[in-house]
């Protein structure tokens, strides 16, 4: 599998942990929720493109 791992793309931003997020929101007056496993199918991307695309959030 060494060659197959070597050609994947991988992902330079992992997870934070719960205490992370929960620190960050702390005290905030407004809250936005996201649903990225979903929601991530209904942005339209042509398919010629979407080896090209990524979505990249702080969280």
């Known amino acids: 599998y060494m060659e197959l791992n070597a ?3 991988t992902d330079p ?3 934070p942990f719960t205490e992370e997020i ?3 929101v702390a005290g905030r007056e407004i809250y ?3 649903d990225g496993f979903s929601g ?3 942005v339209r991307i042509a398919q010629e493109d979407q080896e090209k695309t990524t979505f990249t ?3």
């Open 32 to 34: 936005s929720f996201t």
């Open 40 to 42: 991530y199918h209904q």
């Open 7 to 9: 050609a994947c793309v």
């Open 57 to 59: 959030t702080e969280w």
């Open 13 to 15: 931003f992992l997870m």
């Open 22 to 24: 929960l620190e960050g």
